[in-house]
């Protein structure tokens, strides 16, 4: 238990155990370095590379936590979670793993692949299914509540949970061990699982380290929240970063945020835009919107990191093909 | 030495001296795994991502490693070359770490992107510079051997030369030394430098292994000269794999495809495309059409691997933004 973390949802310890969990499951994926990243920004910028995760996202490491602490009776009843994207398939994959059924709650109108790559994980695994709704008229939190007690099953939230937070958090805990401590992380926000994470990850394994949170300049409800030291929400942003559409942060990751994140910035669409080209021609890696969140801030200069030694979480790669082509031929 | 390369250009020791050379100055690139490619083909794969090499492939392995030998005389005239691909802007990176002046002879109507990447590279080297030529009407090997003279720069060819052969030979080294023992190892095939290098350094470190080099279907020019028992001759082939579009393989090289190559496949261009949108879909990577030979022989069944331990090297990530984008939005 650290002190500084007292009364948070999580701690060191909670990480460290998540680390052990997922030892062997969940990739220990490579971070990488770039001159040209370097060059631009003056800094010794490390990349954090979670697109090469497994399932593509760092969502993984949190649903698969989670899941691997189920009792024996949850482990029989299965989970179910609500998700238009990473978290869908991180829990149907994690549950796969574990040996449970998973119910996905997805809308109608998901991407084909999406509802293809999630029923995929769930191949196999008897009392698995996707449950479609209409997002514009059924409530999904209402048919994730009565499906849970119809069904026994265990609501697992996608970011507003301590394993989940916990599981996160191994992403940082991951490169500060591989790097060694840095000045700054920069890690971007949605509903705050994985910078609530990673900001105690950070705290402990890299003292005085500057965590700064990203949002895009559409979403900036936890940004809003900070300024007025309560949880702001705001109507579903219209922006190409679709993990970060949230429209409020945790009761949980919220108090994580406020205690130990130095910051909250923005970027704009077309700033995520170029990034993502960027990490295509120069990195050769192929990083959905959201996955650039934390790079933009640093490559268009938004958080300044002269002299500094940065570390910056690439949280995902999920991304259809015909719209990345649309992405980087566009700009 | 080793008693099964007697006569060959290159042996193990030449590899192990290269690997030295690039010790802190080429990247160890990651080996990557994918479930994916492990249940398409039911063999456990290994990819050698040199799509992450510096200047984004395999080349600059081989370029360092003999520019890293030359004299103090040869050091001070400098190094030409002539290259409308990866290999110029290795050599002028090599170049420019090394601290001599480059000359690299490239097409008039080469992409600007990789005029600019050449000429980025050798900012800041006296004596450095692009000279352009018309691929239609004049000869660029004359061109080079001219400047040569007149110069003292000394020619590095982008395959057949002992020096660059033992450099490209360190990517399946490294690879080996990573999985252990291999079954099989596929290797793309252009002028023969990079399979001439993996072969030999395969034969050492794993005996027994199959050696599979993959070609172009439109430039099948190495596996007619295998079936021939002498170097054929082609015409410029269409294909998108621009790294492959070579007439015929060395003198240097094509003894040792000879001595240690099992045999050499050919996959087709859509063959290659769709390759292509597995690595951006599944793998997160982007991987230009030659770095997607040898895995598009693997992946498209025409190489069968059931059961086995497969090496594959993705040789490279150099492809324009635009070109890329049409592959991925046109399949």
């Known amino acids: 238990m650290n002190q500084l973390n007292t009364g948070l949802a999580i701690d060191p ?3 460290a155990a998540a680390a052990a969990r997922l030892q062997g499951v969940a990739r220990r994926t490579p971070v990488f370095t770039s001159r040209t990243a370097d060059e631009r920004t003056g800094a010794q910028v490390f990349f954090k590379c979670e697109n090469f995760q497994r399932m593509g996202a760092f969502k993984f490491r949190g649903a698969y936590n989670a899941l691997a602490q189920f009792t024996p009776a949850q482990r029989r009843g299965g989970v179910i979670a609500f998700s238009s994207g990473n978290h869908a398939q991180a829990i149907a994959l994690s549950a796969r793993l574990l040996g449970m059924p998973s119910v996905l709650v997805m809308p109608q109108d998901s991407p084909a692949a999406k509802l293809a790559a999630t029923r995929e994980y ?44 916990a599981g996160q958090g191994t992403a940082a805990s991951e490169l500060i061990q591989e790097t060694g401590p840095l000045d700054l992380l920069l890690v971007c926000v949605g509903g705050g699982g994985l910078i609530a994470g990673c900001a105690v990850a950070a705290a402990h ?8 949170g990203v949002e895009p300049e559409a979403g900036n409800d936890t940004q809003q929240s900070l300024a007025r030291g309560e949880i702001v929400h705001i ?7 679709d993990g970060a559409q949230t429209q409020h942060s945790g009761r949980l990751t919220f108090p994580v945020i406020r205690r130990l994140v130095r910051e909250i910035v923005t970027v704009s669409d077309a700033q995520l835009v170029r990034t993502m080209r960027f990490f295509a021609e120069r990195m050769k890696m192929v990083v959905e919107p959201t996955g ?32 990345y082509a649309g992405f980087l031929s566009g700009g």
């Open 292 to 323: 650039c969140l934390a790079a933009a801030a640093l490559l268009e200069g938004v958080v300044p990191a002269r002299g500094q030694r940065v570390g910056v979480i690439v949280s995902g790669g999920n991304v259809d093909l015909a719209r």
């Open 122 to 165: 769930q191949r196999g695994q008897p009392g698995s299914e996707v449950v479609l709704y209409d997002r514009y008229t059924e409530d999904r939190e209402a048919i994730g509540a009565r499906l849970a007690v119809e069904r026994s099953m265990t609501l697992i939230p996608p970011y507003d949970h301590a394993h989940v937070m």
């Open 205 to 212: 394994l890299s003292p005085g380290v500057g965590v700064v």
């Open 13 to 15: 310890d909670d990480i």
């Open 235 to 241: 109507d579903t942003p219209q922006t190409i970063a």
